[in-house]
């Protein structure tokens, strides 16, 4: 079945260091979303990406999708004490046809003032 | 705008016994999804619901896991009997998005379950 792993597992970063997670998944997708998951809390949706390529931008945070559509990037600009969380990729299979999520293994970023 | 509730919080129960978890989507989402949340992990999808009709419930354990969505709202799942590696975080989510379609999940606060 379809995975989608992610790099590095966990990031320690002091404040305003830069950060990037690589998402690579075993097929081609449809789309793939981003969400933050912070400390004891729930996934919350950050982004979502379609088209092969494709570069989106929300603040510090910049978005990729791979142009094979196999893989993507979350980079962070300068980080925050407040980017403390864990950043999931979530992918739907091409040609399957609900399109289920598979989500990531995850990118556990802290941040140290 | 009201978010996915869900209850109760937090369960804490022996190995062979049962539970239930209940969920309350974002009102007029057609897709509700159950995941289980292991600690480290990513979420991992049990069960998708479009409506009352089940899209895909390929990784439920289905000797032990139930999920039933009543008039296509509130949702419950049920885990008869428990066994250790069940404890986790099992989450609701709802989507606006008919199968198929590529919505944005939003997310309740989950309830974490201790199985001794």
């Known amino acids: 079945g379809q995975q989608v792993m992610q790099i590095p597992q966990y990031q320690h970063v002091q404040e305003g260091e830069d950060f990037t997670t690589y998402c690579n998944s075993s097929?081609?997708?449809?789309?793939i979303q981003w969400y933050k998951q912070r400390p004891g809390g729930h996934p919350v949706f950050l982004i979502q990406?379609?088209?092969?390529?494709e570069v989106k931008k929300q603040k510090r945070l910049t978005f990729q999708f791979g142009e094979a559509k196999k893989n993507s990037s979350l980079h962070i600009t300068a980080t925050q004490t407040t980017d403390v969380g864990t950043y999931f990729c979530a992918g739907r299979e091409m040609n399957t046809g609900f399109q289920k999520l598979v989500f990531g293994t995850g990118t556990r970023l802290l941040v140290s003032p | 705008e009201a978010g996915v509730a869900q209850s109760p919080r937090y369960k804490i129960i022996e190995k062979r016994q049962s539970v239930a978890f209940w969920c309350n989507p974002i009102?007029?989402?057609?897709?509700l999804y159950w995941y289980q949340q292991i600690l480290g992990q990513g979420p991992k999808l049990l069960i998708q619901?479009?409506?009352?009709?089940?899209?895909?419930d390929s990784q439920l354990p289905k000797d032990r896991f139930s999920a039933e969505r009543l008039k296509g709202v509130d949702s419950t799942l049920k885990i008869q009997p428990a066994k250790l590696e069940d404890s986790a975080v099992y989450l609701c989510a709802s989507s606006l998005g008919l199968t198929g379609s590529s919505y944005e999940q939003y997310f309740g606060p989950g309830t974490r379950l201790t199985v001794t």
């Open positions: 990406l379609v088209k092969s390529g």
């Open positions: 619901f479009q409506n009352n009709g089940v899209v895909d």
């Open positions: 009102s007029g989402h057609a897709t």
């Open positions: 097929t081609t997708l449809s789309n």
